[in-house]
């Protein structure tokens, strides 16, 4: 890795990252997938079909995030030192719509798909900070109407958030970092690719090979809680030793 102090460096993390905080993957054998119908509950059409349906799927995990003990792990807290003390920009583009990269302390953040604490207006496209229930009834604060709210998540066939920033960063990173997610779900499992094209030395951090590992110009493999801390330590040497 021929990486100078200072070079743009871009992060991308998915459900991985905070399966070690006590948060489902999606993939995996025990994931979010193996026990709900991604047609039903991540699409527009899911949410016409049912609405209830969808929004219970969320609240749900809104209420885990918010009541139970689940806290940023060892890896979040590295990602936010290494923004904190690297002298150049660490832009981290999560896919996760918890909020554990900010509590861990990263401030220089994209949610790509969206965010469980947050509502969106169906009527005005208004975002707001929402911790509670979305409910059939629930009243838009925008358009004043009842039942006016869905989650602010990105689903199938929805535009990811911010993409022309994203794609801004990635072609001006010299290190493009993957960390927790398959690759299986597009655009962000082309990323490395762009960055690659131009210019970019680009490493994965994965429990396991991902669907494009062989992409990769380093991949290594094991827990995020382990891998991420060592890395960051890695990047940081370059500081120290210059
Ligand atoms: C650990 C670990 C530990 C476990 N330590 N690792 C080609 C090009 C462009 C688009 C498409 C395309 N083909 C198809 C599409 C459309 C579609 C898509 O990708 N479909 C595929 C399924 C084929 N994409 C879309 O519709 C997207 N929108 C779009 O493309 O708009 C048009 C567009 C075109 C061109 C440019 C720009 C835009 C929207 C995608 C929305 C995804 N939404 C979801 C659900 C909503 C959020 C939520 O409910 O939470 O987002 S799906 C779900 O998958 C969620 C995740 O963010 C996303 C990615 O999952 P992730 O994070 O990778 O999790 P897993 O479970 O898959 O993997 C976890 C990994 O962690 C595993 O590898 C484990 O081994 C590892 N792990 N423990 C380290 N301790």
């Not at 965010?115 to 929402?130: H, I, P, Q």
């Not at 009834?137 to 199938?156: E, K, N, T």
């Not at 794609?167 to 490395?192: E, K, Q």
Request: proline share 5%; glycine share 10%.
């Amino acid at each position: 890795m021929n990486l100078k102090p200072g070079d743009p460096i871009l992060v991308l993390t998915g459900a991985g990252i905070s399966k070690e905080s006590g948060l489902d993957t999606f993939r995996d054998a025990d994931g979010i997938w193996a026990k709900h119908d991604l047609a039903d509950v991540a699409t527009p059409d899911g949410f016409r079909r049912n609405p209830a349906l969808v929004l219970d799927f969320y609240n749900a995990r809104r209420r885990q995030l918010t009541e139970q003990d689940v806290q940023p792990n060892a890896a979040h807290r590295a990602l936010a030192a290494l923004e904190r003390t690297w002298p150049g920009e660490v832009l981290l583009v999560t896919q996760n719509i918890d909020d554990l990269h900010e509590r861990g302390g990263s401030a220089n953040l994209i949610h790509m798909h969206g965010e469980l604490l947050k509502a969106r207006c169906l009527d005005t496209g208004s975002v707001f900070d929402w911790r509670d229930d979305i409910t059939l009834d629930s009243r838009s604060p925008a358009s004043g109407q009842s039942g006016g709210l869905r989650p602010h998540i990105v689903w199938f066939g929805e535009m990811p958030i911010e993409m022309d920033r994203i794609y801004d960063a990635l072609m001006t990173c010299r290190l493009f970092v993957s960390i927790g997610t398959s690759g299986h779900v597009y655009p962000a499992a082309g990323f490395v690719q762009q960055a690659s094209m131009a210019g970019a030395w680009t490493v994965e951090l994965n429990l396991e090979a991902s669907s494009g590992h062989g992409l990769f110009d380093e991949a290594i493999h094991g827990p995020a809680t382990e891998l991420v801390p060592a890395f960051v330590d890695r990047l940081l040497a370059h500081v120290d030793a210059a």
